[in-house]
T-cell receptor, first 113, second 113 residues
Framework: DGGITQSPKYLFRKEGQNVTLSCEQNLNHDAMYWYRQDPGQGLRLIYYSQIVNDFQKGDIAEGYSVSREKKESFPLTVTSAQKNPTAFYLC????????????FGEGSRLTVL | GESVGLHLPTLSVQEGDNSIINCAYSNSASDYFIWYKQESGKGPQFIIDIRSNMDKRQGQRVTVLLNKTVKHLSLQIAATQPGDSAVYFCAERGNSGYSTLTFGKGTMLLVSP
């Protein structure tokens, strides 16, 4: 089945450690996104990529980094510079830039101990 | 599941009732609006979208209404079912070339049998 796969589903990290969240899609979508979700909040955009080898900062990019070396993959690294990294992270993709129909993965829950 | 529903406005309805979920958007320049549904522990799912040149759009059991004068969007769900229980987000997108989606904080819909 086509879809978005995020891993791991749950991740624990010690303060000061970097961690990378995986996002893979087999929908042949050009655009991919990373969102952060905190309890009682909407989704906030971290980074997005409209095409391979290109990405832009979203609203809350500080302390995060991404790469887009392959069309199907868009990993997110949460660095030690992110001051409050405990959150639910959602990856999404869309066919193109014009559509608002994003396809989301099931999320990765990161907890900093 | 994920505690995305903490401190959210909540709408409680009986099975079979019609539900109306409201959203006030912030950007008068937004020209595209989308509703998403997020079940506990999952990523959001696209429900329906509407462009600013329309004031109503219908899908299967759902209707979205757009009132640009007061910057208000609503999602009507007919004959609500227990499976409709979820958090519902509205999202808007500005009309500049590379605007991204801005999500609202969400409304939790609880459907009791």
């Amino acid at each position: 089945d086509g879809g978005i796969t995020q891993s791991p589903k749950y991740l624990f990290r010690k303060e000061g450690q970097n961690v990378t969240l995986s996002c893979e899609q087999n929908l042949n979508h050009d655009a991919m996104y990373w969102y952060r979700q905190d309890p009682g909040q909407g989704l906030r955009l971290i980074y997005y990529s409209q095409i391979v080898n290109d990405f832009q900062k979203g609203d809350i990019a500080e302390g995060y980094s991404v790469s887009r070396e392959k069309k199907e993959s868009f990993p997110l690294t949460v660095t030690s510079a992110q001051k409050n990294p405990t959150a639910f992270y959602l990856c999404a993709s869309s066919m193109g830039w014009d559509t608002g129909e994003l396809f989301f993965g099931e999320g990765s829950r990161l907890t900093v101990l | 599941g994920e505690s995305v529903g903490l401190h959210l406005p909540t709408l409680s309805v009986q099975e079979g009732d019609n539900s109306i979920i409201n959203c006030a958007y912030s950007n008068s320049a937004s020209d595209y609006f989308i509703w998403y549904k997020q079940e506990s522990g999952k990523g959001p799912q696209f429900i329906i979208d509407i462009r600013s040149n329309m004031d109503k759009r219908q899908g299967q059991r759902v209707t979205v209404l757009l009132n640009k004068t007061v910057k208000h969007l609503s999602l009507q769900i007919a004959a609500t079912q227990p499976g409709d229980s979820a958090v519902y987000f509205c999202a808007e997108r500005g009309n500049s070339g590379y605007s991204t989606l801005t999500f609202g904080k969400g409304t939790m819909l609880l459907v009791s049998p």
